[in-house]
């Protein structure tokens, strides 16, 4: 699990909450995370990392991991109303 020490010094410490059909993920590391976080605390998810500290980095917004369109991004903006929703789809960095 990376932390936000063990990327670059001008790595941004910011994150996009990433949704896909199943699960989440945070757009820095890759991890899976928790949407009731504003920063990426907690690996949460199916994977084996489940339970372990996430990377730290804050989240600014939140966007679909891979393209669905239509009524899955307009449900995003029920899920975060707190976050700005970006219209496209991002793949996690890790
Ligand atoms: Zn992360």
């Not at 820095?28 to 199916?46: F, I, M, Q, R």
């Amino acid at each position: 699990m990376r932390k936000l020490d063990d990327f670059p010094p001008d790595c941004p410490r910011i994150a996009v909450f990433l949704v896909r059909s199943f699960s989440t993920a945070c757009s820095l590391c890759g991890e899976e995370a928790w949407l009731e976080e504003d920063s990426h605390e907690t690996v949460l998810g199916y994977g084996p990392e489940n339970g372990s500290p996430g990377c730290g980095a804050r989240f600014v917004a939140i966007a679909e991991h891979h393209p669905h369109g239509g009524s899955f991004l307009e449900g995003l903006k029920t899920l975060r109303p707190d976050l700005p929703l970006l219209d496209l789809w991002l793949e996690a960095r890790a």
